[in-house]
């Protein structure tokens, strides 16, 4: 069942495009043709596949790799901040509640609560290395770093020394994954992240959903053994992913109905498409990722 937001969320985003909403957000490419885990993993390493494209994620043992939804909306919130402003220091505000606010959430306490909960996934980012390998007859491309460079994080709610601009929270981001975002940063509605917030699935499958038909020009057959390679993290049998997959793009349509799509045992079948976002939203075009998904 729809929580009220989502259904306020639902009318906000029929009647009101994104740009007139003032809500288009970015994700870095990178994330988008493979991604993060869902659940807490139980290793450091994580990898995906999609087609010719690998992405690895390690972490050091005693910080773990990031997961779930948090994440998502603090790189989702990192790259926005890069596209509009064009620098590598991001400036994360002078109080811990200030940048958990800036990000959606309520400032709530507890081991469950937001505090806790963005801090440990701001380490476990901060500290991931992201390394791929795109490989075919043709090339052979990688790529391996650490997102942030250098970060000086006040973890206080609030902060005594508000007139002091040097007293607020930064990061500075590693220059490739700073001209990954500004080279193929693929736009999103920020509002579509807030209606999936609960499920880390449902942001992958939305924002790939609106990359892909960024692209598609004639009808696509995607075999369910690919996308669950891509997008299938923490889901050991296929048929609990479609599952799953069927559930959360169901879900997605509520906000992007024109998306077109369809399902046959082996398939999932996409028909061309408006993104939710266009890819010329910035006036300029980021390119696809030769891959099956």
């Given at each position: 069942?729809?929580?009220?937001?989502?259904?306020?969320?639902?009318?906000?985003?029929?009647?009101?495009?994104?740009?007139?909403a003032?809500t288009?957000?970015?994700?870095?490419?990178?994330?988008?043709?493979?991604?993060?885990?869902?659940?807490k993993?139980?290793?450091?390493?994580?990898?995906?596949?999609?087609?010719?494209?690998?992405?690895?994620?390690?972490s050091?043992?005693?910080?773990?790799?990031?997961?779930?939804?948090?994440?998502?909306?603090?790189?989702?919130?990192?790259?926005?901040?890069?596209?509009?402003?064009?620098?590598?220091?991001?400036?994360?505000?002078?109080?811990?509640?200030?940048?958990?606010?800036?990000?959606?959430?309520?400032?709530?306490?507890?081991?469950?609560?937001s505090?806790?909960?963005?801090?440990d996934?701001?380490?476990?980012?901060?500290?991931?290395?992201?390394s791929?390998?795109?490989?075919?007859?043709?090339?052979?491309?990688?790529?391996?770093?650490?997102?942030?460079?250098?970060?000086?994080?006040?973890?206080?709610?609030?902060?005594?020394?508000?007139?002091?601009?040097?007293?607020?929270?930064?990061?500075?981001?590693?220059?490739?994954?700073?001209?990954?975002i500004?080279?193929?940063?693929?736009?999103?509605?920020?509002r579509?992240?807030?209606?999936?917030?609960?499920?880390p699935?449902?942001?992958?499958?939305?924002?790939?959903?609106?990359?892909?038909?960024?692209?598609?020009?004639?009808?696509?057959?995607?075999?369910?053994?690919?996308?669950?390679?891509?997008?299938?993290?923490?889901?050991?049998?296929?048929?609990?992913?479609?599952?799953?997959?069927?559930?959360?793009?169901?879900?997605?349509?509520?906000?992007?109905?024109?998306?077109?799509?369809?399902?046959?045992?082996?398939?999932?079948?996409?028909?061309?498409?408006?993104?939710h976002?266009?890819?010329?939203?910035?006036?300029?075009?980021?390119?696809?990722?030769?891959?099956r998904?």
């Amino acid at each position: 069942m729809l929580s009220k937001k989502q259904l306020d969320l639902i009318a906000y985003i029929e009647a009101i495009s994104a740009l007139e909403a003032g809500t288009i957000g970015y994700m870095p490419q990178v994330l988008v043709a493979a991604n993060l885990p869902y659940k807490k993993p139980n290793s450091n390493e994580f990898e995906r596949v999609n087609g010719n494209y690998r992405l690895t994620l390690i972490s050091p043992n005693n910080v773990g790799l990031p997961y779930g939804s948090i994440p998502r909306i603090i790189i989702a919130w990192i790259a926005t901040e890069v596209v509009l402003k064009k620098k590598r220091e991001i400036i994360l505000g002078n109080s811990m509640s200030h940048f958990i606010k800036e990000i959606g959430y309520f400032v709530s306490g507890g081991h469950n609560g937001s505090i806790f909960c963005i801090k440990d996934q701001i380490k476990r980012f901060f500290s991931t290395n992201i390394s791929y390998v795109y490989s075919d007859n043709d090339m052979y491309i990688t790529d391996s770093y650490n997102p942030v460079s250098q970060s000086l994080l006040y973890w206080s709610l609030t902060n005594r020394y508000k007139t002091k601009r040097w007293w607020q929270s930064k990061i500075l981001l590693n220059e490739s994954f700073y001209n990954e975002i500004i080279d193929k940063a693929v736009p999103v509605d920020m509002r579509a992240l807030e209606f999936l917030r609960r499920s880390p699935m449902g942001i992958d499958i939305y924002v790939w959903l609106t990359y892909r038909m960024s692209y598609l020009r004639r009808r696509s057959k995607i075999p369910w053994v690919s996308l669950s390679n891509q997008l299938g993290s923490g889901y050991g049998r296929l048929r609990d992913f479609k599952k799953a997959f069927k559930k959360h793009i169901k879900l997605i349509s509520l906000i992007y109905p024109q998306a077109k799509f369809d399902f046959e045992d082996k398939f999932l079948i996409l028909q061309p498409s408006p993104p939710h976002v266009s890819k010329y939203v910035n006036k300029r075009s980021y390119p696809r990722i030769s891959g099956r998904g």
